[in-house]
């Protein structure tokens, strides 16, 4: 663990450097380019990964394995392919974070429906840890959102789900 925590702090310090040295560039952004949505989400994506990524440091935890986690959580006895694809990472991917999930007991392995497969769950370890670490990023996304007032930023999290999900 003190190694994971040690290699999450070194990332988090890099990502966060890389981030704001990004985001506060001081290279012009003509209109063309400041005006392409994708370009600006791709910008406020660097910023929000590198604060969560700085916010799990302490629990060493990066921010895939957190969302695995609460994946697990919230779909208890689900499989690690159905968590793979839910992450849109590769079998191999996804093994070796349960794989890390299960060393620090947060997750456990247990017989599933099918017996090729086994059904993840959420230990009580795990459970305990969530809602310290759902304090931290909320803290965290706060500040970011402070320029956002509740209904603009409502409005906001409307349009983005709407965006992540496919057309019918």
């Known amino acids: ?3 994971a925590l040690r290699f999450s702090t070194q990332y988090v310090c890099w990502a966060y450097k890389k981030c704001n040295w990004m985001w506060r560039s001081p290279m012009k952004e003509g209109r063309d380019l400041a005006g392409l949505t994708g370009y600006l989400l791709q910008r406020t994506n660097l910023l929000f990964f590198s604060k969560a990524a700085k916010s799990l440091a302490p629990f060493g935890i990066s921010p895939a394995r957190f969302s695995a986690l609460m994946l ?3 779909n208890p006895g689900c499989t690690q392919t159905a968590l793979g694809e839910a992450l849109d990472v590769n079998r191999s991917s996804a093994m ?3 794989n890390n999930l299960e060393e620090r007991g947060l997750v456990s392995r247990q017989p599933g429906k099918d017996a090729r497969a086994n059904a993840l769950h ?7 840890l969530i809602p310290q670490i759902m304090r931290e990023l909320k803290e965290g996304e706060d ?3 402070e ?3 509740a209904e603009d930023r409502a409005t906001l999290n409307r349009l983005l789900d709407r965006l992540r ?3 019918s």
């Open 96 to 98: 070796k974070i349960i």
């Open 122 to 128: 959420l230990t009580e370890k795990g459970e305990k």
């Open 147 to 149: 320029s956002l007032d």
């Open 1 to 3: 663990m003190g190694y």
């Open 72 to 74: 697990v959580r919230d």
């Open 143 to 145: 500040r970011l959102f």
């Open 165 to 167: 999900r496919p057309r």
